[in-house]
Nanobody, 124 residues
Framework: QVQLVESGGGLVQAGGSLRLSCAAS????????MGWFRQAPGKEREFVAA????????QYAEFVKGRSAIFRDNAKNTVYLQMNSLIPEDTANYYC?????????????????WGQGTQVTVSS
């Protein structure tokens, strides 16, 4: 089992920045690909970004390219999502997820473990 705990969400004005963190425990962290997803009220959960076990490969959704960065610190068992130039449409609950197998899929059901989420609210 892997336990994931997100933090770093909050209320921010449009144009601002947030850094989300996801701390993992329970099993060795480095082999897992890690992803960030988000879900707004009334909408499906959608892919935001993912990173491979050693951090060599990354993938981003089009709507965050150029203004967000995913990175990880395996010594701290933590993955981060730095979000800049936030817009109101970024308002959602943000979840991190871990995947045992290889690859960086964008479908939520390809991930094996999930955190409880952290709320991000961007005011206009």
């Amino acid at each position: 089992q892997v336990q994931l705990v997100e933090s770093g969400g909050g209320l921010v004005q449009a144009g601002g920045s947030l850094r989300l963190s996801c701390a993992a425990s329970g099993r060795t962290f480095s082999p897992y690909a890690m992803g960030w997803f988000r879900q707004a009220p009334g909408k499906e959960r959608e892919f935001v970004a993912a990173i491979s076990g050693r951090g060599a490969y990354k993938q981003y959704a089009e709507f965050v390219k150029g203004r967000s960065a995913i990175f990880r610190d395996n010594a701290k068992n933590t993955v981060y999502l730095q979000m800049n130039s936030l817009i109101p449409e970024d308002t959602a609950n943000y979840y991190c997820a871990a995947r045992i197998s290889g690859g960086l899929p964008v479908a939520p059901n390809e991930y094996d473990y999930w955190g409880q989420g952290t709320q991000v609210t961007v005011s206009s």
